[in-house]
């Protein structure tokens, strides 16, 4: 007979039932609380914060294609505690400094009948969250079917969600729903929502390798199941029966800027894995990129190729001129021409067109201060693209190129790569096998000094901690839709990237464009639906340790005085404070940068940016160092500006502050605010 007591031995953190079924561990503030049990036929978990239920009963397990499911008859065996405080170094990033503090529980599960260990359940808890996962050591664990975590959102039927749909054909560049919480059907993560109290949660993993993405479906009203993303044969992972899940995460505060100021995604990876991190360099850069999005120049070859020699010359010699550290330039290599988006089977990632010269463009680059930032897009043959990718590496490397942008352009379930039979199949972005192809791609540019920047990737789940040379990545709905996407991203699109895709990681939204009348103005045609004053602020809203400055060089020179403001702002931060914000109406950063070549560390930059409607936002300048004077040079939406027919209209002004001072932001429709503060 199970003996269940109700005799409990707690700490402040602590409290687990003396030979019971229910386990629990907290947060070091004791705000947030784990429990989990195995008092029904399932083992589930739950979690309160601010002692009110968050996630009710939720169940924990895997069925798998040729082994008892871990679900029924399951039993806690034993549970062990730790608690863990410790600061690291990121060697770049929106803070250098990271705080790592939380309580671990460590539960083991067994089959009730033969005691074999099924699996242990590990939870780690932080004041801004929580992360568990599962550690599997069994034999015939070899192929997963389902995994059967669930979340269990307690009062769901008043929550709101902010969500883009998962496994479509797009992978995740979506526009974001909001919409009641029941609505959200299967979705992508990171998933943010609201709770009817005001609490702030955001469901995502960290530290995702050799496993298949977590999307989420909504089974029932509010319980929501992690939903596997296959191999083309239909099993969610292969495994060798030994294997670690990822971490399934909640980020979890009272209000919205809460899930901005948290490091709990870094704080689940594995420390830095590269022994030399002295290469991998942040900055700004410039490319032949934008031009072949409004068809102005081609990426195929003939008489608009974008990328020859002389053209890419002049870029270096811009870069240079004004403080970039390189140029992108796509386009450059042969298998461009006709629909390269189907071109896949026969790209050469080290075969240039003629007019394209490369050794002389790097000589180039070498005598102006510029370097040539690679790039390689597959159209989703990633078996073409391995046999090629130690080559292309070499080339890059002796050429000078520090950083390559990747590219797997095709459809969601799309990707396609050759069996050992020689056989194609067709793979999901998000698989396991596509995880580790990322994964595999970085470790590689890692040899050759290289670092990655990927387009149309897998979800960034905090793994540029263990590899730093993972720069950045797209992954949401980029500029290139305010170009040609029908519609172009909304006003609210880059606040709302704020609080939902932005929470996983760095992205390479490519911001900076200067002229929005390619099309002409008003709302019915694909241009930026911004401000000009809104791009500036987005160098410091939307952050990337590689930032580019996506306009044409004569559109910079058109407005010389608002160039200023990229050609000042750093990529690479001391601090970074979220001040104020709510999810897709508005956000208000503040950053101080990181000493670094010509950044002396002294200077706070802050980026304000709203959605359809206008706003006048107090920021109180407390976060400047108290001791120090600085002369703010604001650049802020003129008294006309408003996104659709007047987004040129800009003020820029200065004045001497202090931490003691607030300022008045007036934002336009689709407007911000971009300052940097300089030390005086």
Same mark, same amino acid.
């Given at each position: 007979?199970?003996?269940?007591?109700?005799?409990?031995?707690?700490?402040?953190?602590?409290?687990?039932?003396?030979?019971?079924?229910?386990?629990?561990?907290?947060?070091?503030?004791?705000?947030?609380?784990?429990?989990?049990?195995?008092?029904?036929?399932?083992?589930?978990?739950?979690?309160?914060?601010?002692?009110?239920?968050?996630?009710?009963?939720?169940?924990?397990?895997?069925?798998?294609?040729?082994?008892?499911?871990?679900?029924?008859?399951?039993?806690?065996?034993?549970?062990?505690?730790?608690?863990?405080?410790?600061?690291?170094?990121?060697?770049?990033?929106?803070?250098?400094?990271?705080?790592?503090?939380?309580?671990?529980?460590?539960?083991?599960?067994?089959?009730?009948?033969?005691?074999?260990?099924?699996?242990?359940?590990?939870?780690?808890?932080?004041?801004?969250?929580?992360?568990?996962?599962?550690?599997?050591?069994?034999?015939?664990?070899?192929?997963?079917?389902?995994?059967?975590?669930?979340?269990?959102?307690?009062?769901?039927?008043?929550?709101?969600?902010?969500?883009?749909?998962?496994?479509?054909?797009?992978?995740?560049?979506? +526009?974001?729903?909001?919409?009641?919480? /029941?609505? %959200?059907?299967?979705? @992508? !993560?990171?998933?943010? *929502?609201?709770? $009817?109290?005001?609490?702030?949660?955001?469901?995502?993993?960290?530290?995702?390798?050799?496993?298949?993405?977590?999307?989420?479906?909504?089974?029932?009203?509010?319980?929501?199941?992690?939903?596997?993303?296959?191999?083309?044969?239909?099993?969610?992972?292969?495994?060798?029966?030994?294997?670690?899940?990822?971490?399934?995460?909640?980020?979890?505060?009272?209000?919205?800027?809460?899930?901005?100021?948290?490091?709990?995604?870094?704080?689940?990876?594995?420390?830095?894995?590269?022994?030399?991190?002295?290469?991998?360099?942040?900055?700004?850069?410039?490319?032949?990129?934008?031009?072949?999005?409004?068809?102005?120049? +081609?990426?195929?070859?003939?008489?608009? /190729?974008? %990328?020859?020699?002389? @053209? !890419?010359?002049?870029? *270096?010699?811009? $870069?240079?001129?004004?403080?970039?550290?390189?140029?992108?330039?796509?386009?450059?290599?042969?298998?461009?021409?006709?629909?390269?988006?189907?071109?896949?089977?026969?790209?050469?990632?080290?075969?240039?067109?003629?007019?394209?010269?490369?050794?002389?463009?790097?000589?180039?680059?070498?005598?102006?201060?510029?370097?040539?930032?690679?790039?390689?897009?597959?159209?989703?043959?990633?078996?073409?693209?391995?046999?090629?990718?130690?080559?292309?590496?070499?080339?890059?490397?002796?050429?000078?190129?520090?950083?390559?942008?990747?590219?797997?352009?095709?459809?969601?379930?799309?990707?396609?790569?050759?069996?050992?039979?020689?056989?194609?199949?067709?793979?999901?972005?998000?698989?396991?096998?596509?995880?580790?192809?990322? *994964?595999?791609?970085?470790?590689?540019?890692?040899?050759?000094?290289?670092?990655?920047?990927?387009?149309?990737?897998?979800?960034?789940?905090?793994?540029?901690?263990?590899?730093?040379?993972?720069?950045?990545?797209?992954?949401?709905?980029?500029?290139?839709?305010?170009?040609?996407?029908?519609?172009?991203?909304?006003?609210?699109?880059?606040?709302?990237?704020?609080?939902?895709?932005?929470?996983?990681?760095?992205?390479?939204?490519?911001?900076?464009?200067?002229?929005?009348?390619?099309?002409?103005?008003?709302?019915?045609?694909?241009?930026?639906?911004?401000?000009?004053?809104?791009?500036?602020?987005?160098?410091?809203?939307?952050?990337?340790?590689?930032?580019?400055?996506?306009?044409?060089?004569?559109?910079?020179?058109?407005?010389?005085?608002?160039?200023?403001?990229?050609?000042?702002?750093?990529?690479?931060?001391?601090?970074?404070?979220?001040?104020?914000?709510?999810?897709?109406?508005?956000?208000?950063?503040?950053?101080?940068?990181?000493?670094?070549?010509?950044?002396?560390?002294?200077?706070?930059?802050?980026?304000?940016?709203?959605?359809?409607?206008?706003?006048?936002?107090?920021?109180?300048?407390?976060?400047?160092?108290?001791?120090?004077?600085?002369?703010?040079?604001?650049?802020?939406?003129?008294?006309?500006?408003?996104?659709?027919?007047?987004?040129?209209?800009?003020?820029?002004?200065?004045?001497?502050?202090?931490?003691?001072?607030?300022?008045?932001?007036?934002?336009?429709?689709?407007?911000?605010?971009?300052?940097?503060?300089?030390?005086?």
């Amino acid at each position: 007979m199970r003996l269940i007591s109700t005799l409990t031995l707690c700490s402040s953190f602590f409290c687990s039932a003396i030979q019971a079924a229910s386990y629990s561990v907290s947060s070091p503030d004791g705000t947030i609380k784990f429990t989990v049990d195995d008092n029904h036929a399932q083992p589930q978990y739950q979690v309160k914060f601010n002692n009110k239920p968050l996630l009710n009963g939720s169940k924990l397990g895997f069925e798998f294609q040729r082994a008892a499911p871990m679900k029924d008859n399951i039993e806690i065996a034993k549970s062990t505690t730790s608690s863990h405080h410790s600061n690291w170094q990121q060697p770049w990033g929106e803070a250098r400094i990271i705080e790592d503090k939380h309580n671990e529980l460590e539960v083991q599960l067994r089959d009730k009948n033969s005691k074999d260990v099924a699996y242990t359940l590990r939870v780690r808890v932080f004041n801004d969250g929580l992360g568990f996962r599962y550690e599997v050591n069994k034999n015939n664990a070899l192929y997963i079917t389902k995994e059967l975590t669930e979340f269990n959102f307690a009062d769901s039927q008043n929550s709101t969600a902010w969500w883009i749909p998962a496994r479509g054909w797009n992978r995740y560049e979506y +526009t974001y729903n909001t919409t009641s919480l /029941h609505d %959200a059907a299967h979705v @992508h !993560t990171p998933f943010t *929502l609201k709770n $009817a109290d005001g609490v702030h949660i955001s469901v995502h993993e960290a530290a995702l390798v050799d496993y298949a993405a977590m999307t989420l479906n909504q089974r029932r009203p509010g319980t929501f199941v992690a939903d596997l993303t296959p191999w083309s044969d239909g099993i969610k992972v292969k495994t060798n029966g030994q294997f670690k899940t990822p971490w399934r995460t909640l980020q979890i505060g009272d209000k919205a800027t809460d899930l901005l100021n948290s490091h709990l995604i870094l704080n689940l990876n594995e420390p830095n894995k590269l022994a030399d991190t002295s290469w991998v360099e942040p900055g700004k850069y410039l490319g032949i990129w934008w031009g072949m999005h409004i068809g102005k120049n +081609t990426w195929g070859s003939g008489e608009k /190729h974008g %990328a020859t020699t002389e @053209h !890419t010359k002049d870029y *270096l010699s811009f $870069a240079a001129e004004h403080g970039f550290d390189g140029v992108l330039v796509e386009g450059w290599n042969i298998g461009w021409d006709g629909d390269w988006f189907y071109n896949g089977d026969v790209f050469s990632f080290t075969q240039a067109y003629p007019d394209f010269d490369i050794k002389a463009i790097s000589e180039h680059g070498t005598k102006v201060g510029a370097r040539l930032i690679g790039h390689h897009e597959t159209s989703g043959n990633v078996s073409n693209y391995r046999k090629q990718m130690d080559d292309a590496f070499k080339l890059y490397q002796q050429a000078g190129v520090r950083q390559v942008k990747t590219g797997y352009v095709a459809d969601g379930g799309n990707i396609k790569r050759i069996d050992e039979r020689g056989l194609p199949r067709f793979e999901w972005h998000d698989g396991q096998f596509m995880v580790n192809e990322y *994964l595999d791609n970085v470790k590689l540019a890692a040899k050759y000094q290289i670092s990655i920047n990927t387009h149309e990737p897998i979800k960034d789940t905090g793994l540029r901690r263990t590899y730093p040379n993972w720069l950045s990545r797209e992954g949401a709905r980029g500029q290139e839709f305010n170009a040609w996407g029908t519609p172009p991203n909304p006003p609210e699109h880059t606040p709302m990237l704020a609080f939902t895709r932005m929470l996983a990681g760095p992205m390479d939204f490519t911001p900076g464009i200067f002229d929005m009348s390619f099309n002409g103005l008003g709302d019915k045609t694909n241009r930026p639906q911004t401000t000009l004053a809104k791009q500036l602020a987005l160098y410091v809203v939307l952050y990337s340790p590689i930032q580019m400055a996506a306009d044409l060089p004569e559109n910079y020179l058109a407005k010389a005085d608002a160039f200023q403001f990229i050609k000042d702002v750093p990529t690479d931060w001391e601090h970074s404070i979220a001040l104020s914000g709510e999810v897709g109406d508005y956000v208000v950063f503040a950053r101080k940068e990181r000493q670094r070549g010509k950044y002396s560390g002294n200077d706070w930059y802050l980026g304000a940016i709203t959605d359809e409607q206008a706003r006048s936002i107090d920021v109180p300048l407390h976060f400047l160092d108290a001791d120090k004077k600085f002369e703010a040079q604001i650049y802020q939406d003129g008294k006309n500006a408003e996104w659709k027919n007047n987004p040129y209209d800009i003020q820029i002004s200065k004045r001497i502050v202090t931490a003691k001072d607030t300022l008045t932001l007036k934002l336009a429709t689709s407007g911000g605010t971009a300052i940097r503060f300089k030390a005086l």
